[in-house]
């Protein structure tokens, strides 16, 4: 049961497919934004200590390393404007935040295959992906 439909003692089971309230959305949306913004953080880092510790690391997987680094930077960079377009029910510019922020995980991703070089950082790009889509996602029923 979820915790909008406040189901009682007695009271009937939730009705199948009942859609949760949009300010429950927005709520939901926001954890996502955190853990999107969480997620950039942690792989951001990651690839300055891959960066730092293999400092032989050449070629393509150092170029593509730096690629992504910048493009997190970027995305991390956007997160706080992104964030505050959710709490201000600014859903549309919010929208294209959260897509700007999917593109450069797929970006990251992209300049690994486009190098043919194996990827450290699959599941992260795919979090950040995901995490970015959902978001959006929930914010598309939060303006309904």
Not at 22 to 49: E, F, H, R, W, Y
Not at 107 to 129: N, Y
Request: net charge neutral.
């Amino acid at each position: 049961m979820a915790p909008w439909e406040g189901q009682g003692r007695g009271s009937a089971p939730p009705i199948a497919g009942a859609a949760a309230p949009p300010c429950v959305m927005q709520k939901l949306a926001i954890i996502a934004v955190d853990l999107l913004t969480a997620n950039a953080t942690s792989t951001s880092t990651q690839i300055g200590n891959q960066l730092k510790k293999e400092d032989n690391i050449g070629g393509p997987m150092r170029w593509c390393l730096q690629a992504c680094q910048a493009l997190y930077g970027s995305m991390l960079q956007m997160q706080p404007r992104c964030s505050d377009l959710v709490k201000d029910f600014r859903y549309g510019e919010a929208k294209s935040c959260l897509g700007q922020a999917a593109r450069e995980a797929e970006q990251c991703e992209a300049e690994f295959v486009r190098r043919r070089v194996a990827s450290p950082l699959t599941v992260e790009d795919g979090c950040a992906f995901k995490l970015a889509k959902l978001a959006s996602a929930l914010l598309q029923h939060a303006g309904d």
